[in-house]
């Protein structure tokens, strides 16, 4: 089983552009993540983090970079695509 990369995670985070704190990005991947384990699809948990994140001041393409990132370094091979 693959580990959690947190320091992979928040850099491609940044080199993307984000600039809330580690502990908020944090804190929202691995939400992503204990939906991931539930078993949501990586697409469907794009849409459902989109609702929660754009009104927050997130861009749709970051909930899509967060659910991915997230999928790909602090819960690799846990998720699935429909």
């Known amino acids: 089983m693959a580990h959690a990369d947190t320091g992979a995670f928040l850099g491609e985070l940044r080199a993307a552009g984000f600039h809330q704190s580690d502990s908020d990005l944090i804190a929202i991947g691995e ?7 539930d ?3 990586v697409v469907a948990l794009q849409q459902a ?6 009104p927050k ?6 909930a899509v970079w967060l659910a991915n990132s997230s999928n790909s370094l602090l819960c690799p091979g846990t998720g699935k695509f429909d």
């Open 57 to 62: 001041g997130y861009t749709h393409q970051q």
């Open 39 to 41: 078993g949501y699809s």
């Open 31 to 37: 939400g992503i993540c204990g939906h991931l384990r």
């Open 49 to 54: 983090w989109e609702q929660e994140l754009i």
